[in-house]
Protein backbone atom coordinates (compact mmCIF):
# COMPACT_ATOMS: atom_id res chain seq x y z
CA UNK A 1 0.00 0.00 0.00
CA UNK A 2 1.09 3.67 -0.50
CA UNK A 3 1.35 6.09 1.97
CA UNK A 4 3.20 8.18 4.30
CA UNK A 5 4.98 6.14 7.06
CA UNK A 6 5.94 8.86 10.40
CA UNK A 7 7.66 6.77 13.33
CA UNK A 8 7.98 6.51 16.05
CA UNK A 9 4.46 7.28 17.17
CA UNK A 10 5.41 8.10 20.13
CA UNK A 11 9.14 9.64 21.22
CA UNK A 12 9.66 11.09 24.55
CA UNK A 13 13.03 13.69 25.13
CA UNK A 14 15.14 14.80 27.68
CA UNK A 15 16.04 18.66 27.60
CA UNK A 16 19.02 19.48 25.79
CA UNK A 17 19.07 16.36 23.63
CA UNK A 18 18.36 16.06 19.84
CA UNK A 19 15.61 13.93 18.91
CA UNK A 20 14.69 13.13 15.22
CA UNK A 21 11.51 11.72 13.58
CA UNK A 22 11.06 10.04 10.58
CA UNK A 23 8.73 10.60 7.39
CA UNK A 24 8.75 8.17 4.62
CA UNK A 25 6.61 7.97 1.44
CA UNK A 26 6.39 5.67 -1.07
CA UNK A 27 4.16 7.57 -3.30
CA UNK A 28 7.00 8.96 -5.42
CA UNK A 29 5.88 12.99 -4.68
CA UNK A 30 8.20 15.46 -4.94
CA UNK A 31 6.84 17.66 -1.81
CA UNK A 32 7.40 17.16 1.60
CA UNK A 33 6.30 19.06 4.41
CA UNK A 34 6.42 19.22 8.26
CA UNK A 35 3.66 20.50 10.67
CA UNK A 36 3.50 21.22 14.51
CA UNK A 37 0.00 20.87 15.91
CA UNK A 38 -0.63 22.44 19.09
CA UNK A 39 -4.01 22.39 21.16
CA UNK A 40 -6.00 25.77 19.73
CA UNK A 41 -3.29 26.39 17.24
CA UNK A 42 -4.16 24.89 14.44
CA UNK A 43 -0.92 23.09 12.18
CA UNK A 44 2.04 25.53 11.79
CA UNK A 45 4.57 24.60 8.75
CA UNK A 46 7.92 24.24 10.03
CA UNK A 47 9.98 23.04 6.43
CA UNK A 48 8.88 22.46 3.54
CA UNK A 49 10.98 20.41 0.18
CA UNK A 50 9.52 20.71 -2.90
CA UNK A 51 12.38 18.54 -4.33
CA UNK A 52 14.93 16.39 -3.53
CA UNK A 53 17.80 18.21 -2.18
CA UNK A 54 16.15 21.72 -1.32
CA UNK A 55 14.13 22.53 1.29
CA UNK A 56 12.61 25.87 2.73
CA UNK A 57 12.14 27.43 6.08
CA UNK A 58 8.46 27.52 6.70
CA UNK A 59 6.84 29.57 9.59
CA UNK A 60 8.92 28.35 12.88
CA UNK A 61 11.39 26.45 11.91
CA UNK A 62 13.75 27.56 14.27
CA UNK A 63 15.06 25.14 16.56
CA UNK A 64 14.52 22.73 14.05
CA UNK A 65 16.41 21.19 11.10
CA UNK A 66 15.34 18.68 8.01
CA UNK A 67 17.13 17.05 5.24
CA UNK A 68 16.22 16.08 1.88
CA UNK A 69 18.49 13.44 0.77
CA UNK A 70 16.39 11.43 -1.34
CA UNK A 71 12.71 11.97 -2.39
CA UNK A 72 11.19 9.38 -0.07
CA UNK A 73 12.81 10.57 2.73
CA UNK A 74 12.77 14.39 4.69
CA UNK A 75 13.12 13.58 8.28
CA UNK A 76 12.86 16.07 10.79
CA UNK A 77 15.82 16.87 13.92
CA UNK A 78 14.26 18.70 16.96
CA UNK A 79 17.26 20.25 18.65
CA UNK A 80 18.03 21.14 22.01
CA UNK A 81 17.27 24.88 21.01
CA UNK A 82 14.15 24.07 20.80
CA UNK A 83 12.39 25.47 23.84
CA UNK A 84 9.33 23.90 23.72
CA UNK A 85 8.79 21.12 21.45
CA UNK A 86 6.28 18.77 22.72
CA UNK A 87 3.48 18.74 20.60
CA UNK A 88 2.19 16.12 17.59
CA UNK A 89 4.40 16.83 14.48
CA UNK A 90 2.71 15.83 11.32
CA UNK A 91 4.57 14.91 7.82
CA UNK A 92 2.75 15.40 4.39
CA UNK A 93 3.64 15.11 0.81
CA UNK A 94 2.15 16.09 -2.25
CA UNK A 95 2.70 15.09 -6.13
CA UNK A 96 4.16 18.43 -7.11
CA UNK A 97 4.37 21.87 -5.44
CA UNK A 98 1.31 22.85 -7.37
CA UNK A 99 -1.59 23.93 -4.92
CA UNK A 100 -4.52 21.47 -7.16
CA UNK A 101 -2.92 18.54 -5.37
CA UNK A 102 -3.95 16.76 -2.66
CA UNK A 103 -1.97 16.66 0.55
CA UNK A 104 -1.19 13.17 2.19
CA UNK A 105 -0.49 13.33 5.94
CA UNK A 106 1.03 10.57 7.84
CA UNK A 107 -0.25 9.38 11.41
CA UNK A 108 1.60 11.93 13.35
CA UNK A 109 4.53 11.49 16.08
CA UNK A 110 3.36 12.90 19.35
CA UNK A 111 6.85 14.18 21.06
CA UNK A 112 7.09 14.96 24.92
CA UNK A 113 9.73 16.32 26.72
CA UNK A 114 10.23 14.52 30.08
CA UNK B 1 -0.37 38.81 6.49
CA UNK B 2 -2.32 35.95 5.10
CA UNK B 3 -4.28 34.03 7.37
CA UNK B 4 -7.31 31.63 7.85
CA UNK B 5 -9.90 32.16 10.46
CA UNK B 6 -12.67 29.38 12.16
CA UNK B 7 -13.87 31.66 14.69
CA UNK B 8 -15.71 28.26 16.54
CA UNK B 9 -13.34 26.44 18.61
CA UNK B 10 -15.75 23.93 19.69
CA UNK B 11 -19.21 22.96 18.63
CA UNK B 12 -21.91 20.48 19.82
CA UNK B 13 -24.68 19.36 17.91
CA UNK B 14 -27.29 16.16 18.12
CA UNK B 15 -27.14 13.24 16.43
CA UNK B 16 -29.29 13.93 13.04
CA UNK B 17 -29.15 17.30 13.18
CA UNK B 18 -27.61 19.56 10.59
CA UNK B 19 -24.34 21.29 10.49
CA UNK B 20 -22.31 24.58 9.82
CA UNK B 21 -18.67 24.96 10.60
CA UNK B 22 -17.70 28.37 9.33
CA UNK B 23 -14.23 29.13 7.53
CA UNK B 24 -12.78 32.63 6.78
CA UNK B 25 -9.80 33.85 4.81
CA UNK B 26 -7.34 36.91 4.44
CA UNK B 27 -5.76 36.77 0.85
CA UNK B 28 -5.27 39.11 -1.89
CA UNK B 29 -6.86 36.81 -4.31
CA UNK B 30 -8.83 33.59 -4.82
CA UNK B 31 -7.15 30.77 -2.77
CA UNK B 32 -6.86 27.41 -3.19
CA UNK B 33 -9.49 26.15 -0.71
CA UNK B 34 -9.42 23.02 1.22
CA UNK B 35 -11.67 20.69 4.62
CA UNK B 36 -9.57 18.06 6.21
CA UNK B 37 -11.04 16.25 9.69
CA UNK B 38 -8.64 14.84 11.82
CA UNK B 39 -9.98 12.32 14.45
CA UNK B 40 -8.12 11.70 17.94
CA UNK B 41 -3.79 11.26 17.55
CA UNK B 42 -4.58 10.29 13.51
CA UNK B 43 -3.19 12.50 10.76
CA UNK B 44 -5.38 14.17 8.42
CA UNK B 45 -8.14 13.27 5.64
CA UNK B 46 -9.00 15.43 2.85
CA UNK B 47 -12.73 16.28 2.68
CA UNK B 48 -12.90 18.52 -0.06
CA UNK B 49 -11.50 21.09 -1.93
CA UNK B 50 -12.41 24.27 -3.90
CA UNK B 51 -9.87 25.82 -6.99
CA UNK B 52 -12.76 27.38 -9.24
CA UNK B 53 -15.80 26.98 -11.10
CA UNK B 54 -19.28 25.94 -9.57
CA UNK B 55 -18.59 27.29 -5.46
CA UNK B 56 -20.68 24.77 -3.76
CA UNK B 57 -18.16 21.08 -3.84
CA UNK B 58 -19.07 17.73 -2.51
CA UNK B 59 -16.85 15.69 -0.94
CA UNK B 60 -16.63 12.44 0.77
CA UNK B 61 -18.68 11.08 4.04
CA UNK B 62 -21.97 13.55 2.68
CA UNK B 63 -19.95 16.75 3.53
CA UNK B 64 -20.31 20.05 1.26
CA UNK B 65 -18.61 23.87 1.08
CA UNK B 66 -19.82 26.72 -0.24
CA UNK B 67 -17.07 29.39 -1.64
CA UNK B 68 -18.33 32.67 -0.88
CA UNK B 69 -16.06 35.62 -2.68
CA UNK B 70 -17.71 38.53 -1.64
CA UNK B 71 -17.67 37.43 2.43
CA UNK B 72 -14.21 35.44 1.37
CA UNK B 73 -15.94 31.93 3.34
CA UNK B 74 -15.56 28.93 2.78
CA UNK B 75 -18.10 27.23 5.29
CA UNK B 76 -18.52 23.13 5.54
CA UNK B 77 -22.07 21.72 5.78
CA UNK B 78 -23.28 18.95 6.41
CA UNK B 79 -27.68 17.90 6.66
CA UNK B 80 -27.32 15.46 9.08
CA UNK B 81 -25.03 14.78 11.30
CA UNK B 82 -23.79 11.20 12.68
CA UNK B 83 -22.01 10.03 15.67
CA UNK B 84 -19.09 8.80 13.53
CA UNK B 85 -18.17 12.84 12.66
CA UNK B 86 -17.16 13.66 15.74
CA UNK B 87 -13.68 14.74 14.97
CA UNK B 88 -11.54 18.02 14.89
CA UNK B 89 -11.83 20.38 11.24
CA UNK B 90 -9.38 21.87 9.95
CA UNK B 91 -9.73 24.42 7.19
CA UNK B 92 -6.57 25.40 4.93
CA UNK B 93 -5.95 27.38 1.95
CA UNK B 94 -3.01 28.09 0.01
CA UNK B 95 -1.96 30.03 -3.03
CA UNK B 96 -0.11 28.92 -6.66
CA UNK B 97 2.40 31.80 -5.91
CA UNK B 98 5.24 32.26 -3.16
CA UNK B 99 6.00 29.09 -1.29
CA UNK B 100 2.82 27.01 -2.18
CA UNK B 101 2.08 25.60 1.14
CA UNK B 102 -0.98 24.79 2.76
CA UNK B 103 -1.76 27.42 5.81
CA UNK B 104 -4.54 26.16 8.30
CA UNK B 105 -6.76 27.32 10.49
CA UNK B 106 -6.65 26.51 14.43
CA UNK B 107 -9.44 24.22 13.84
CA UNK B 108 -13.09 23.24 15.01
CA UNK B 109 -13.49 20.22 17.21
CA UNK B 110 -17.63 18.67 17.06
CA UNK B 111 -19.04 16.72 19.61
CA UNK B 112 -22.36 14.63 18.73
CA UNK B 113 -24.31 14.07 21.45
CA UNK B 114 -26.78 10.69 20.55
Known sequence: ???????????????GQNVTLSCEQNLNHDAMYWYRQDPGQGLRLI?????????????????????????????LTVTSAQKNPTAFYLCASKVDREMNTEAFFGQGTRLTVV | AQSVTQPDIHITVSEGASLELRCNYSYGATPYLFWYVQSPGQGLQLLLKYFSGD????????FEAEFKRSQSSFNLRKPSVH??????????????????ALTFGSGTRLQVQP
Open chain 2, 55 to 62: TLVQGIKG
Open chain 1, 1 to 15: DGGITQSPKYLFRKE
Open chain 1, 47 to 75: YYSQIVNDFQKGDIAEGYSVSREKKESFP
Open chain 2, 83 to 100: WSDAAEYFCAVGMDTGRR
